[in-house]
């Protein structure tokens, strides 16, 4: 892999992803993903943590040996025997991860900031003299000492080290911050960077966007945001953000993350909520009147971009914000023609029964609606 201009996608669903509470993947549930990801044109998969042997070699190989186009990524403590698990699993690449916070280094490891150097130097030696693309990540990157972190890197680049992973390991960052520090990082050091962010404050994919602004050019992320507490940054979120508020092109074919997404939500328990960016069930569903007409005239009005693009489709729901014009197309569906005086007189009738309800009408509701509307208007003629 190289560093150009171009934003790279590592996706850790099958390894960060799985340490979401109560998520498991099989070995067959493992192996679809990984094929997904690669279809979709992700440039990196972190497939897994080989020194847990088991089931986990077991997927990690299974995996190897699909022969993707993507690449193989197995993460790694600083431990030689991590990488050697690694080298027997067949994958191109190692991410070795050591705490670079303090706090971490202290509490964690009750290790020293010399320890951390010595070890990033001999593990990451040791990868690259058995051939292998070496990731050096910090964890804890966005809690630690700046001018450490510099120390850090260093350390990874004497040593061999392709990239290094900053990793806002409890989601602590802003936007800003995000930018501001990835820039001054990327100043710093001669390495390519790749972001890692957590939405423990509800904003993984704006750092991680904020953090490409920074200079990095590697975003890592998950299939639907999962990972550990409130998640990681979301595939489909930093992807369809990059394109349509950054104008910036991945290598992910976007028509292709609609079937990822479902999978990954069916084999992790996880179902998406309604209105999940890109793939929630009610993102391309309107209610207001004024919106509807809106999105007659020029979709564009009110949708960034076409739900044919990512396997969504259009819904009209008739509730209490909806008028006349709405009706007149919901009802069309239906093969209903109505005139406009028509709609202005069903009008209220709907609203009345959407306010007791608490809620837009069912489809065979409206058609009720209509018919009873219907029957009392051509007893009074």
Avoid at 56 to 82: F, Q, T
Avoid at 281 to 306: M, N, Q
Avoid at 349 to 354: E, G, L, N
Wanted: hydrophobic share 40%; charged share 25%.
């Amino acid at each position: 892999m190289n560093s150009g201009e171009s934003i790279y996608i590592v996706d850790t669903t099958l390894r960060d992803g799985e340490q979401t509470a109560g998520v498991v993947f099989s070995v067959k549930e493992k192996t679809a993903i990984a094929r997904l990801l690669s279809e979709a044109g992700v440039d990196q998969i972190e497939v897994g943590i080989p020194a847990m042997g088991g089931d986990e070699l077991e997927s990690i190989k299974a995996i190897v040996d699909l022969g993707l186009k993507s690449s193989a990524l197995a993460w790694n403590r600083a431990v030689i025997s991590d990488i050697q698990a690694s080298l027997e699993c067949g994958v191109d690449a190692v991410c070795i991860s050591v705490s670079s916070s303090d706090i971490h280094i202290d509490k964690k490891l009750h290790k020293t900031r010399a320890w951390v150097l010595d070890e990033i130097a001999r593990t990451v030696n040791f990868a690259k003299s058995h051939g292998l693309y070496v990731l050096l990540s910090a964890e804890d990157a966005s809690r630690a000492d700046e001018g450490f972190l510099v120390e850090f890197c260093d350390a990874g680049k004497k040593a061999g080290a392709d990239r290094i992973r900053y990793c806002d390991t409890i989601g602590v960052l802003s936007p800003m911050r995000s930018m501001e520090i990835i820039a001054r990082l990327h100043r710093a050091i001669e390495l390519p960077l790749e972001c890692h962010m957590h939405n423990d404050f509800g904003m993984a994919t704006a750092n991680t966007i904020m953090a490409l602004r920074g200079g990095a050019t590697f975003a890592n992320v998950t299939v639907n945001g999962l990972g550990e507490r409130a998640g990681n940054a979301s595939l489909e979120e930093v992807v369809m953000a990059l394109s349509y508020t950054e104008q910036k092109r991945t290598h992910v074919d976007q028509s292709k993350l609609l079937g990822l997404s479902k999978a990954v939500a069916e084999y992790s328990g996880r179902k998406l909520w309604e209105s999940k960016p890109i793939f929630g069930s009610g993102i391309f569903t309107h209610e207001a009147g004024l919106h509807i007409t809106a999105l007659r005239s020029d979709p564009k009005t009110y949708e960034v971009f076409s739900p044919d693009l990512v396997g969504g489709m259009r819904q009209i729901l008739i509730g209490k914000h909806s008028n006349p014009d709405s009706l007149l197309q919901k009802y069309a569906e239906y093969r209903i023609e109505l005139s406009e005086e028509q709609a202005r007189e069903i009008l209220p009738i709907i609203r009345d029964i959407v306010v007791e309800k608490k809620r837009a009408l069912f489809d065979k509701e409206l058609v009720e609606v209509y018919l009873k509307w219907k029957q009392s208007t051509d007893a009074a003629s």
